[in-house]
């Protein structure tokens, strides 16, 4: 589905992204793991056409999108749930949600149908629908960005760390729906630091270090790989 091959990515003369090439297939899961500044977020940047890659080739379905503006990569169902989440907090729940989905899709119905959906998958985003999402807790919060991204129809839905900062119970609960979303044939790109429970339901990662991933393999290789549970897993 997503393929890139050789993709660099600068900030002025800084390489952030160095000779990336990695595939996702329809329906995988697959999680990106890295610490702090290793590149996931120019990672996923790159791919919705935020950041123009200054090498490299980037295609979808077979289709060459390197250098595709955002918009028109949303068209084709590649959509971003950013870190950090970036709601709009004084605007409500309801509102938010919307969003995802305003830029480019007219299809009422549709609409309504996606949103009954998000609302059954989070009920507590019905309770608090004209509540400011400002107001919600972190997890609400992260379940509002979730949904948001899901009102914009994704068939790749890329995550950029959903569990951050979040409580165990409230990491679980995302983690979960994370999974449903993917069982019910979302493609799904996860940048997670939470390696275990990102793992667990993955079907495969890789790892980026520095700008270059270094290292790929399914849940059970990964989980079982030394070097990556010492450096990310901490057992
Ligand atoms: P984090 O989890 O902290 O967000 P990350 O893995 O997502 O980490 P990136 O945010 O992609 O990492 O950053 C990769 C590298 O690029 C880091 O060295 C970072 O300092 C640098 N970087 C990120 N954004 C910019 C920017 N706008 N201008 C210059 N350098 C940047």
Do not use: W
Not at 27 to 44: C, H, P, R, S
Not at 50 to 74: E, F, M, W, Y
Not at 98 to 111: E, F, N, Q, S, T
Request: proline share 3%; aromatic share 4%.
């Amino acid at each position: 589905m997503l393929k890139l091959e050789n993709v660099d990515a600068k900030y002025d003369s800084f390489k952030a992204l160095d000779g990336v090439s990695m595939n996702v297939e329809q329906g995988e899961l697959v999680v990106l793991l890295g610490a702090n500044g290793a590149g996931k977020t120019t990672l996923f940047n790159t791919i919705s056409g935020l950041l123009k890659p200054s090498a490299g080739r980037i295609s979808l379905n077979g289709q060459d999108v390197t250098g595709k503006k955002p918009s028109a990569l949303v068209q084709s169902g590649v959509v971003q749930c950013p870190e950090g989440r970036k709601l709009f907090p004084e605007m409500s729940v309801m509102k938010n949600l919307m969003l995802g989905a305003y830029v480019h899709r007219r299809d009422r119905a549709g609409m309504k149908k996606t949103l009954d959906h998000v609302l059954e998958m989070f009920p507590i985003l019905n309770d608090k629908k004209d509540d400011a999402a400002g107001s919600l807790s972190g997890g609400q919060q992260q379940m509002v960005a979730i949904g948001r991204a899901l009102m914009g129809r994704p068939k790749l839905l890329m995550l950029d760390e959903p569990s951050l900062g979040l409580a165990p119970l409230v990491v679980k609960q995302v983690f979960g729906a994370v999974q449903a979303i993917n069982q019910e044939g979302t493609t799904v790109l996860l940048a997670e630091q939470n390696a275990f429970a990102a793992l667990k339901i993955a079907t495969r990662a890789y790892v980026i270090e520095n700008g270059r991933l270094v290292m790929e393999g399914d849940r059970e290789t990964m989980l079982g790989n030394e070097a990556v549970r010492k450096a990310y897993i901490g057992a």
